[in-house]
Nanobody, 124 residues
Framework: QLQLVESGGGLVQPGGDLRLSCAASGFSLDYYAIGWFRQAPGKEREGVSCISSRGGRTNYVDSVKGRFVISRDNAGNTVYLQMNNLKPEDTAVYYC?????????????????WGQGTQVTVSS
C-alpha cells in the first residue's frame, strides 16, 4: 500500500526551528516530485515548497524563502523540510505529497499521494 507519513511537527516558540520528515512506504520516491503544503484553520491549503525527483530543482512560496529548506534522501525514501526562524503565521497542519513528475516541481496541489499531516504550532 502506497503511503506517506509526516513527522516532526510540534509546538515551538517564535524564532525556533523544526525539521519535518516525510517517509514513503510501499513505493520508491526516486521518480516522484515531492511537495510540502500547509493548511491553517479557515484558510485554503497552500503550497510551501517542493523538490524535483532528482533533487536538483526546488521551489518555495515567497513567505518562507530564506527560512525553509527542502531536501531529499532517495536512498532513505524520505524528504525533509527544515524550518528555521519560525513565525506564528507558519502555524498550520503540514502535509507532504508525491506526484510522478520529472523536471520542475509545482506548488499547486496537483499531487497524487498525500500524507495525513503533522501539526506545527508557533506560539510563545
Amino acid at each position: 500500500q502506497l503511503q506517506l507519513v509526516e513527522s516532526g511537527g510540534g509546538l515551538v516558540q517564535p524564532g525556533g526551528d523544526l525539521r519535518l520528515s516525510c517517509a514513503a512506504s510501499g513505493f520508491s520516491l526516486d521518480y516522484y516530485a515531492i511537495g510540502w503544503f500547509r493548511q491553517a484553520p479557515g484558510k485554503e491549503r497552500e503550497g510551501v515548497s517542493c523538490i524535483s525527483s532528482r533533487g536538483g530543482r526546488t521551489n518555495y512560496v515567497d513567505s518562507v524563502k530564506g527560512r525553509f529548506v527542502i531536501s531529499r534522501d532517495n536512498a532513505g525514501n524520505t524528504v525533509y523540510l527544515q524550518m528555521n526562524n519560525l513565525k506564528p503565521e507558519d502555524t498550520a497542519v503540514y502535509y507532504c505529497a508525491a506526484v510522478l513528475r520529472f523536471g520542475l516541481c509545482v506548488l499547486s496541489p496537483q499531487y497524487d499521494y498525500w500524507g495525513q499531516g503533522t501539526q506545527v504550532t508557533v506560539s510563545s
